[in-house]
């Protein structure tokens, strides 16, 4: 089979579309003919040596897709070939073939396409852990969602919006802000020209926030926990400004502070199953009926794959990048 391989650590450039051996799907794997793979950033930072996959996991990149069943495993008990499926992955995604576990296999509605499913997984199943798991957003509080024009941001944004939550976020560009506004946000802030804690403060009369969702780390944690109410929840998803900083503690003891962590790869099956599960419940069905919707920014064809890191590592997507195989 063809996947996009990683010869060397570096820039987008780097990647490489080479003949690979099939993978062996084992007791509990689907063998799948992967359609799209969706483009994330965990996928750029094992790009660039700076996140392994975990232990035992193929080291083509890739930790979502889209696909018809070739094969199964010997106890594979809820999949037949031919089934359409989506779902996540440890990795390997960006390959003709990938191995996905049957416990994290959701079949594809008959009315998506396979760019539609592979849009899915990784964003939605993140975005309800951390909204709602993590940050235990309720209805009529308020959240602050950082990179709000991303693929979890403009799923985070429709999921506190459905719950009835008031929702800030910021953008880095004024067409952004625009974009994530029809999405029925409350208010956007462009974090290049604006200052985004006197810009929160001001929107929410000096209150702040229940719940911020951040990617970003170090650099914003003293302004985050400047703009939590008594009891607010920081969620921390990535460390895109660095993983060291020094912060007052007072605080977070005064104020009751929670700050909470989350990543969905390195997880154990058995825990994934069970945010594959939640998700299915909730918000499978509203993604169906069109109540919520996966946003995505473009398609890309397979030999097109460091074109999509590209576009995700220069933040002009609005939403999801997606690569198709045909």
Not at 181 to 190: K, S, T
Not at 198 to 212: A, C, H, P, Q, Y
Not at 242 to 253: N, R, T, W
Request: hydrophobic share 45%.
């Amino acid at each position: 089979m063809m996947a996009v391989t990683i010869p060397r650590f570096g820039t987008p450039d780097v990647l490489t579309i080479d003949r690979v051996p099939d993978p062996t799907p084992g007791p509990l794997h689907l063998l799948v003919q992967v359609r799209a793979f969706g483009i994330n950033r965990a996928d750029a930072l094992q790009r660039a040596g700076k996140y392994p996959p975990p232990r035992g996991e193929s080291d083509i990149p890739g930790l979502e897709l889209a696909g018809e069943v070739l094969a199964c495993g010997s106890a594979v008990t809820n999949f037949t070939p031919g089934d359409r499926v989506f779902g996540l992955v440890g990795s390997g995604a960006y390959a003709e073939k990938a191995l996905l576990d049957q416990r994290l296999a959701i079949r594809i509605p008959e009315s998506w396409g396979f760019a539609e499913a592979a849009a899915v997984a990784e964003v939605y199943c993140t975005a309800n852990e951390t909204v709602f798991g993590r940050g235990d957003l309720k209805n009529e509080e308020s959240i602050l969602v950082h990179a709000g024009g991303s693929g979890v941001g403009t799923t985070a944004i429709q999921m506190a919006k459905y719950v009835g939550a008031t929702v800030y976020f910021t953008a880095g560009s004024d067409e952004k802000i625009e974009k994530v506004m029809a999405l029925d946000a409350d208010a956007g802030i462009n974090y290049k020209t604006q200052d985004f804690v006197e810009e929160t403060k001001r929107l929410t009369n000096g209150i702040g926030v229940d719940v911020i969702e951040d990617f970003i780390g170090a650099s914003y944690i003293r302004k985050n926990i400047s703009l939590l109410k008594p009891d607010g929840r920081l969620v921390l998803l990535g460390l895109m400004g660095g993983s060291k900083s020094e912060f007052d503690l007072a605080p977070i003891l005064g104020r009751r502070l929670n700050i909470r962590g989350f990543t969905l790869r390195s997880q154990a099956i058995e825990l994934k199953q069970a945010i594959v599960a939640r998700f299915k419940e909730r918000w499978l069905p509203l993604l169906v009926n069109g109540t919520v919707r996966a946003i995505v920014h473009a398609v890309y064809p397979f030999e097109e794959t460091a074109e999509a890191h590209r576009v995700m590592e220069s933040n002009e997507n609005f939403g999801k990048l997606v690569v198709i195989i045909n």
